[in-house]
């Protein structure tokens, strides 16, 4: 499911060095070994045979990859098995979208994608799917055409402003800047009827690279499908909410499920946009919302261009077959090390998210030999292969709510990769593991260059703060970056990918590992030309970086699978938050400055005097006014969590190397639920399923991460009163959080 340009490690806040004490002394003899098993012409291999013919959930080829890594990962001799469970997929069995009126009509949109030549996958087009996104609400409407830029709420209230209005009408927008099932939600709360959305030239076509075959960007009929069931609720199945979707479970009627949009949904082209576009009058579009077609973009918003569009679907159960594998550990059974990647694509799905799948089986197939050359993990690790991820998460969703209290009991932690491709390092997840992931990187070579891959994303995050172009962000993480005795930080995680329902609603320790920025898969992303060809000519030829994301995950989890105490290192997190609420506050008086503003700018006429006479346009809205916010709860919070972390990490770095087996196994204990006291069973404002207080989806970003949400979305979003409640709310989860350190923290002082 995701879709990356440049990973980067991307929380500002950064700690000295300090040895860890459960790397103390990673096993690099063993290290060595298993580097050398990971083989990268067979991963290849792989990646051909599993990429064949199209791996949606349902498709003959998608079960044929579960039942052959099902026989992979036990002839390597893991404990392995297939989970089933039933999962409400819709496919489409009828679509349809023409122009009926205006220039150019009438016009009829293909929804199909060519062969490309010279790529023999394309040419398979039996069982691939045509043009569609999954939850969309079928439908079969006519009506006018607005443009609509990205369909962010910005552009709604720019919309506002030029007299535009989308009720009753059909919208069309371009992918980019958020997610792609908050453009149809949002035309459906405004009043649309229909939506389109559309890839821009600008955002991954010719404006961006030359067009496949020749390049790697999308070419002209290429189109981008995916899920718009509203992830933001809760991912999974929409009828089985906070439960696993096993054969019998009891269901909410699809016109109840809260996560299943109402209106019908398509992609398309920019081939085919074009003529739509070409077709709008109305208002000329600003600047910002101008793509790279040879046309002047129009708002439209009257009669003069009509469009019919027709989603009808097979809205039947579909099995998900996730293969789950298993190493018992020798001496601490009980505790697990889960790593897992997602299985099926869109069409052939050889970048996403076989390029991660294959190197999840490379390690798979090297842990498995060493094992039987002698070595025994201590803790259990478990390998999962997901299916049903593209949809919205399902497999992992499902598998993790079927047996959500086992976990909560025994997983250390959950390592998660989706697609992956040539260039740099990029990782997100819980900042008590930011130290962890710096060690393990210092270790592993980048193919390209031969320094390691941390020495290498430290050096482009040095060089991008040079540019001209560079953003405040940018320049912080190079000046940081510059202070080579310091780690390089990670970045929070938001959704899009399998760690969700480990992360968020189970409040496990995750991490989300790929590579990626010189071999991005974007121009293909959910098209039929994600294909072997493609991925290996421009993504990652002679895969190399399979080869990399093996041994930099690998090594993750042989580490953690053998620590002999903790490897995290709670004081980085301590800071990252305390960077969080410094946010927050800045967020909170930018907020009261805007509505001030604007008041002034209202009363005094500005808007009407700077204006365009000779284009109509209304005064924007005016804007809640802003009080000041009390964050004294928050603040002492944290200060309590950085004397717990410090305390802690002082304690474990003096001690960790004399505890007795008995203290350790205490330590471990203590250590294992404690991400869990992040949560609250409130949940978050208008999606409890989201528990954890410092990491969540955002509710108009998607897949991107908004920290401490409950009170920066409650500000961004001038809830008020939300904002105060979950200052309270974080607040308890942080001292929740410091009690349990200083519990783990007795433990070493043989309490």
Request: net charge neutral; aromatic share 8%; charged share 25%.
């Given at each position: 499911m995701s879709s990356?340009?440049?990973?980067?490690?991307?929380?500002?806040?950064?700690?000295?060095?300090?040895?860890?004490?459960?790397?103390?002394?990673?096993?690099?003899a063993l290290e060595a070994k298993f580097d050398g098993m990971i083989d990268n012409a067979e991963m290849g291999g792989?990646?051909?045979?599993?990429?064949?013919?199209?791996?949606?959930?349902?498709?003959?080829?998608?079960?044929?990859?579960?039942?052959?890594?099902?026989?992979?990962?036990?002839s390597w001799g893991w404990d392995a098995k297939i989970e089933t469970f039933w999962v409400l997929y819709p496919t489409p069995k009828e679509v349809a979208l023409e122009l009926t009126a205006g220039a150019?009509?009438?016009?009829?949109?293909?929804?199909?994608?060519?062969?490309i030549p010279g790529d023999e996958s394309s040419s398979r087009t039996q069982d691939q799917l045509p043009a569609y996104v999954a939850f969309q609400g079928d439908g079969d409407v006519t009506a006018p055409l607005v443009y609509v830029n990205y369909g962010m709420p910005a552009d709604y209230d720019a919309l506002e402003r030029l007299g535009v209005s989308v009720k009753g009408k059909i919208v069309i927008a371009r992918y980019g800047a958020g997610w792609r099932g908050l453009k149809p939600k949002l035309a459906q709360e405004h009043g649309a009827v229909g939506a389109i959305i559309y890839s821009d030239p600008r955002d991954d076509g010719y404006s961006v690279d030359d067009v496949y075959p020749k390049g790697a960007a999308r070419p002209p009929q290429g189109f981008q499908r995916g899920s718009v069931a509203d992830m933001t609720v809760f991912p999974g199945d929409p009828t089985t909410p906070g439960y696993g979707s096993t054969k019998d479970a009891k269901r909410v009627a699809r016109a109840d499920a809260q996560t299943i949009l109402k209106i019908p949904t398509l992609p398309l082209s920019y081939g085919d946009a074009q003529v739509l576009?070409?077709?709008?009058?109305?208002?000329?579009?600003?600047?910002?919302?101008?793509?790279?077609?040879?046309?002047?973009?129009?708002?439209?918003?009257?009669?003069?261009?009509?469009?019919?569009?027709?989603?009808?679907?097979?809205?039947?159960?579909?099995?998900?077959?996730?293969?789950?594998?298993?190493?018992?550990?020798?001496t601490r059974p009980d505790e697990w090390i889960v790593r897992g990647n997602h299985r099926d694509g869109w069409v052939f799905g050889a970048s996403d998210p076989l390029s991660g799948h294959v190197a999840m089986m490379g390690e798979a197939k090297a842990l498995g030999a060493l094992v039987k050359a002698g070595w025994k993990p201590k803790r259990t690790i478990v390998y999962t292969s997901w299916d049903a991820e593209e949809p919205m998460l399902l497999g992992s969703t499902e598998w993790a709510e079927t047996h959500a209290a086992e976990l909560k009991k025994k997983a250390l932690v959950y390592i998660n990769s989706d697609s992956n491709s040539r260039g740099f390092l990029g990782v997100g997840g819980s900042h008590s593991l930011q130290h962890f992931v710096n060690e393990v990187s210092a270790d592993v070579i980048d193919p390209q260059t031969g320094v390691s891959v941390r020495d290498r994303l430290r050096a482009g995050l040095e060089v991008d703060a040079t540019?001209?172009?560079?953003?405040?962000?940018?320049?912080?993480?190079?000046?940081?970056?510059?202070?080579?005795?310091?780690?390089?930080?990670?970045?929070?995680?938001?959704?899009?990918?399998?760690?969700?329902?480990?992360?968020q609603n189970l409040g496990l320790a995750s991490l989300n590992v790929g590579f990626g920025g010189e071999g991005d898969s974007g121009g293909v992303y959910h098209s039929a030309y994600d294909t072997y060809e493609h991925h290996s000519r421009f993504v990652d030829p002679g895969h190399a970086y399979a080869g990399a994301l093996a041994k930099t995950t690998g090594r993750m989890v042989m580490r953690l699978a053998d620590a002999d105490t903790p490897v995290q290192r709670y004081g980085d997190l301590a800071d990252v938050v305390g960077g969080y609420v410094d946010e927050v506050k800045r967020l909170a008086d930018t907020r009261r400055d805007e509505a001030q503003t604007r008041a002034r700018l209202l009363a005094a006429g500005a808007y009407k005097i700077a204006d365009d006479p000779r284009v109509s346009r209304a005064d924007p809205s005016p804007?809640?006014?802003?009080?000041?916010?009390d964050f004294g709860k928050l603040e002492a919070a944290v200060a309590r969590l950085k004397t717990s972390a410090t305390t802690f990490d002082q304690t474990l770095a003096s001690k960790g190397p004399t505890l007795t087996d008995a203290q350790k196994v205490r330590l471990d204990a203590a250590i294992l639920p404690l991400e869990q006291r992040l949560l609250r069973d409130q949940g978050l404002p208008f999606r409890p399923w989201y528990k954890n207080m410092l990491y969540a989806p955002g509710r108009f970003t998607g897949y991107g991460a908004k920290t401490l949400p409950g009170v920066r979305e409650a500000i961004e979003e001038r809830r008020f009163d939300d904002a105060a409640t979950y200052i309270g709310l974080t607040a308890e989860a942080l001292i929740d959080y410091a009690a349990g350190l200083d519990a783990a923290t007795a433990v070493m002082n043989g309490g």
């Amino acid at each position: 499911m995701s879709s990356r340009s440049r990973l980067l490690f991307a929380a500002v806040a950064a700690a000295a060095l300090l040895p860890a004490a459960g790397l103390a002394a990673p096993d690099k003899a063993l290290e060595a070994k298993f580097d050398g098993m990971i083989d990268n012409a067979e991963m290849g291999g792989w990646l051909k045979t599993m990429s064949a013919e199209p791996i949606h959930v349902g498709a003959p080829h998608n079960k044929k990859n579960a039942e052959m890594t099902l026989a992979q990962f036990r002839s390597w001799g893991w404990d392995a098995k297939i989970e089933t469970f039933w999962v409400l997929y819709p496919t489409p069995k009828e679509v349809a979208l023409e122009l009926t009126a205006g220039a150019g009509a009438p016009f009829k949109a293909t929804l199909t994608e060519r062969p490309i030549p010279g790529d023999e996958s394309s040419s398979r087009t039996q069982d691939q799917l045509p043009a569609y996104v999954a939850f969309q609400g079928d439908g079969d409407v006519t009506a006018p055409l607005v443009y609509v830029n990205y369909g962010m709420p910005a552009d709604y209230d720019a919309l506002e402003r030029l007299g535009v209005s989308v009720k009753g009408k059909i919208v069309i927008a371009r992918y980019g800047a958020g997610w792609r099932g908050l453009k149809p939600k949002l035309a459906q709360e405004h009043g649309a009827v229909g939506a389109i959305i559309y890839s821009d030239p600008r955002d991954d076509g010719y404006s961006v690279d030359d067009v496949y075959p020749k390049g790697a960007a999308r070419p002209p009929q290429g189109f981008q499908r995916g899920s718009v069931a509203d992830m933001t609720v809760f991912p999974g199945d929409p009828t089985t909410p906070g439960y696993g979707s096993t054969k019998d479970a009891k269901r909410v009627a699809r016109a109840d499920a809260q996560t299943i949009l109402k209106i019908p949904t398509l992609p398309l082209s920019y081939g085919d946009a074009q003529v739509l576009l070409a077709a709008l009058d109305g208002p000329v579009a600003p600047a910002a919302w101008r793509g790279s077609l040879p046309i002047t973009y129009h708002v439209g918003g009257g009669d003069g261009a009509r469009v019919h569009i027709k989603v009808e679907s097979d809205w039947s159960l579909k099995p998900a077959y996730n293969v789950i594998a298993t190493l018992k550990g020798k001496t601490r059974p009980d505790e697990w090390i889960v790593r897992g990647n997602h299985r099926d694509g869109w069409v052939f799905g050889a970048s996403d998210p076989l390029s991660g799948h294959v190197a999840m089986m490379g390690e798979a197939k090297a842990l498995g030999a060493l094992v039987k050359a002698g070595w025994k993990p201590k803790r259990t690790i478990v390998y999962t292969s997901w299916d049903a991820e593209e949809p919205m998460l399902l497999g992992s969703t499902e598998w993790a709510e079927t047996h959500a209290a086992e976990l909560k009991k025994k997983a250390l932690v959950y390592i998660n990769s989706d697609s992956n491709s040539r260039g740099f390092l990029g990782v997100g997840g819980s900042h008590s593991l930011q130290h962890f992931v710096n060690e393990v990187s210092a270790d592993v070579i980048d193919p390209q260059t031969g320094v390691s891959v941390r020495d290498r994303l430290r050096a482009g995050l040095e060089v991008d703060a040079t540019s001209p172009t560079a953003t405040p962000r940018q320049v912080a993480l190079g000046k940081m970056a510059t202070d080579h005795a310091r780690d390089l930080p990670i970045e929070p995680l938001g959704s899009g990918s399998d760690y969700s329902a480990f992360l968020q609603n189970l409040g496990l320790a995750s991490l989300n590992v790929g590579f990626g920025g010189e071999g991005d898969s974007g121009g293909v992303y959910h098209s039929a030309y994600d294909t072997y060809e493609h991925h290996s000519r421009f993504v990652d030829p002679g895969h190399a970086y399979a080869g990399a994301l093996a041994k930099t995950t690998g090594r993750m989890v042989m580490r953690l699978a053998d620590a002999d105490t903790p490897v995290q290192r709670y004081g980085d997190l301590a800071d990252v938050v305390g960077g969080y609420v410094d946010e927050v506050k800045r967020l909170a008086d930018t907020r009261r400055d805007e509505a001030q503003t604007r008041a002034r700018l209202l009363a005094a006429g500005a808007y009407k005097i700077a204006d365009d006479p000779r284009v109509s346009r209304a005064d924007p809205s005016p804007l809640p006014a802003s009080p000041r916010i009390d964050f004294g709860k928050l603040e002492a919070a944290v200060a309590r969590l950085k004397t717990s972390a410090t305390t802690f990490d002082q304690t474990l770095a003096s001690k960790g190397p004399t505890l007795t087996d008995a203290q350790k196994v205490r330590l471990d204990a203590a250590i294992l639920p404690l991400e869990q006291r992040l949560l609250r069973d409130q949940g978050l404002p208008f999606r409890p399923w989201y528990k954890n207080m410092l990491y969540a989806p955002g509710r108009f970003t998607g897949y991107g991460a908004k920290t401490l949400p409950g009170v920066r979305e409650a500000i961004e979003e001038r809830r008020f009163d939300d904002a105060a409640t979950y200052i309270g709310l974080t607040a308890e989860a942080l001292i929740d959080y410091a009690a349990g350190l200083d519990a783990a923290t007795a433990v070493m002082n043989g309490g």
